[in-house]
């Protein structure tokens, strides 16, 4: 989807609002981040984190390691 929006000045920076339906549909809220990338056709607006994603990796593979001492902790 394709969306015109406008630039307004927030302090010293300019800002972009997004519409309500749009943000609900990629599950956006208040306060939420997301990463701006430079790219050679303009600009990426991203909520994914390559660095949330490394993290979670390495979480699942512990998880997936000590997958008997979890579940006798669990208990």
């Known amino acids: 989807m ?3 929006l406008k630039l307004r000045q927030a302090g010293g920076s300019v800002g972009a609002t997004l519409p309500k339906d749009m943000a609900d549909r990629l599950n956006l809220s208040v306060g939420d ?6 790219t050679e056709r303009g600009i990426l607006l991203t909520p994914y984190d390559p660095a949330v994603e490394k ?3 390495i979480a699942a593979q512990t998880a997936k390691k000590y997958r008997n001492a979890l579940r006798q902790l669990a208990k």
């Open 2 to 4: 394709v969306r015109e």
């Open 33 to 38: 981040r997301v990463l701006a990338v430079e």
């Open 55 to 57: 993290a979670l990796g």
